[in-house]
């Protein structure tokens, strides 16, 4: 689905919130370039620390403006991490990502015949639009494949979520391997 990319030109600090997790938590906007490993250094605190504080569900994916939370860590964080050594993590390249409270009608049933190359275009786009995430929030546009809400129809569930993004992509563009090129060539789906 065409989104517009938030891309922020430097990280921007908007205040400083108080939570049970951290005491004193800047919010920062990610930037081109941004790991969370680096954040962590910048910051001074844990990988395990920004990933817990944001829920992230997958720790070596973070988005180009997307809003983390980022405290200082304490001595627990610390020392769980020097055992563990410094995680590397990748930025993605375009939207926004944010875990959301998602509307999940659990009687929805629904098995992807996608299988082969088109199977792996459709998991590289999902990757891109919201790191696989089927909680993943941008604006209107929302789960695993980044689909408007009215697309949806009010049904977030992983079963809809894969129903609706394989009629979209059919209908639009024949195949997810086309909308993996229409992707590759705009930035968007």
């Known amino acids: 689905m065409k989104k ?12 400083v919130f108080a939570s049970a997790a951290v005491a004193n938590a800047d919010t920062v906007t990610v930037k081109s370039g941004d790991t969370v490993s680096k954040l962590a250094k910048d910051y001074n605190t844990t990988v395990d620390a920004i990933v817990n504080t944001n829920k992230l569900s ?47 009608n659990t009687n929805s049933n629904y098995t992807s015949n996608v299988s082969g190359n088109e199977q792996a275009a459709k998991e590289w786009i999902a990757a891109r639009e919201s790191g696989g995430n089927y909680g993943a929030r941008n604006g209107q546009y929302i789960g695993r494949y980044q689909l408007s809400a009215s697309y949806l129809g009010g049904d977030y569930s992983p079963a809809n979520q894969e129903r609706v993004a394989d009629q979209y992509v059919a209908s639009r563009y024949g195949s997810w391997s086309a909308a993996q090129s229409h992707w590759l060539s705009n930035g968007w789906y």
């Open 58 to 104: 997958n720790a070596n994916l973070i988005f180009v403006g997307q809003k983390l939370e980022i405290g200082e860590a304490t001595q627990a964080d610390n020392n769980q991490q020097a055992a563990q050594g410094q995680q590397s993590q990748q930025v993605a390249p375009a939207a926004s990502s944010q875990q959301a409270t998602t509307n999940y």
């Open 4 to 15: 517009t990319a938030v891309i922020a030109s430097a990280a921007a600090l908007t205040g």
